[in-house]
């Protein structure tokens, strides 16, 4: 899989660009703030449907202007050339079309282009909040297996309903027999959820861990685990956490309505990690954070390829300046089997990165240039 021509029409600051790419590495180098991210943040939004760097689709449109456009053309194994366009408009309407035919719900173009971005700001998922971590869960397993996209937003739906109901019930008391229905329809599709970030994360673990090894020069031992926050006596059968979290519902009722809010299932989920049996997010340094988001990266490649039979694509913003020599060299070697884009503003680490053969582009104020 291989992206290989990229036109941008008002998308941050490029009013205008057609960029054709190489099927092996694209070096993208020039000043800070003159658009070596936006290039990335395109493709990325051709995958997910969404900007990595924002929630608000208004801000990616190009300054005065009512509506962006990137269309990107991918090949991929078995499958010839697929065509993806995007189209956001100032109101907020976003609208896709797959080898010109239009879909109806974001979640359908999930699968087509897959990739992995890492950036400086990745280091978060180590640092901040659960939140952080089961997004990523959700976005990766979503990429590969679409129909875990639309369970969420299901699960989603139906929280929210339970929750409104919760505060109902301090107004009503009887409306409680009601509560049952929706603890029986979250645990459902709920259970179906766990089960996939569990197996998932069993796969990244064992990934994560060789590629982290390498990095590291088999220095230190990174595991990673899944938290659920309701507990299962078989936590790969969807019955047994379906019941499990059944029985959890129903025994937090009466802390749920004084809290008013639901306090199981996998909106309360989270990923341990830890380096030599230490918490990562408690004793890590910097840099044993930063290697452990690059490994996980890493493996998102593998299960990937592993899943979909096909090498996603590889993100790479500004990630050799956060690296030393030896990690750099240890990445590189990884970076031979996918599609990959590396931005960045030194040209001189950049040109000695590999052995590859790279192409590179300088990007000056929104205008992109193939350079020798």
């Given amino acids: 899989m291989y992206v290989s021509e990229l036109c941008l029409k008002n998308f941050r600051n490029y009013s205008s660009a057609k960029i054709r790419f190489s099927s092996a590495v694209n070096i993208i180098y020039g000043n800070n703030a003159q658009g070596k991210t936006n290039l990335l943040e395109a493709i990325y939004l051709c995958s997910t449907g969404r900007s990595h760097r924002t929630y608000k689709d208004s801000e990616i449109i190009g300054f005065n202007a009512e509506v962006l456009k990137v269309t990107l053309k991918l090949c991929k194994k078995n499958r010839g050339e697929i065509k993806i366009e995007t189209e ?69 739906k139906i929280l929210r309903q339970r929750n409104a109901l919760l505060r109902q019930i301090r107004e009503n008391a009887k409306l409680s027999e009601m509560l049952d229905a929706w603890n029986t329809s979250l645990s459902s599709i709920g259970a179906r959820i766990m089960k996939e970030r569990q197996l998932i994360l069993k ?20 595991r990673l685990a899944y938290l659920p926050s309701v507990k299962a006596g078989d936590a790969e059968d969807t019955n047994s956490i379906e019941q499990c979290f059944l029985q959890a519902l129903r025994k937090s009722t ?104 790279a192409t590179f582009f300088h990007v000056d104020s929104g205008t992109v240039t193939e350079t020798s």
């Fill in 203 to 222: 796969s990244l673990d064992e990934y994560a861990k060789e590629n982290h090894r390498k990095l590291t020069k088999r220095g230190e031992i990174l």
């Fill in 88 to 156: 956001i408009n100032s109101a907020g309407k976003k609208g896709v079309c797959i080898n010109g035919s239009p879909i109806k719900k974001i979640g359908e173009m999930l699968g087509y282009l897959n990739v992995v971005m890492f950036s400086p700001e990745d280091i978060r998922f180590v640092r901040e909040e659960p939140q952080m971590r089961r997004r990523f869960l959700d976005i990766f397993i979503s990429q590969i297996r679409p129909s875990y996209f639309f369970n969420v937003q299901q699960y989603i």
């Fill in 254 to 357: 009466d802390n749920d309505l004084t809290r008013l809010y639901t306090q199981y299932g996998p909106h309360r989920d989270d990923i341990s990690m830890h380096i030599n049996g230490k918490d990562l997010k408690m004793y890590g340094s910097q840099g044993q954070q930063r290697t452990c988001a690059l490994a996980l990266k890493l493996a998102q490649v593998d299960v990937m390829e592993e899943e979909c039979g096909d090498t996603p694509i590889l993100l790479l913003d500004d990630v050799m300046s956060e690296l030393d020599s030896g990690r750099r060299e240890n990445l590189i070697s990884d970076m031979k089997k996918a599609q990959t884009f590396l931005t960045g503003t030194d040209r001189e680490i950049l040109c000695n990165i590999s052995s590859q053969k």
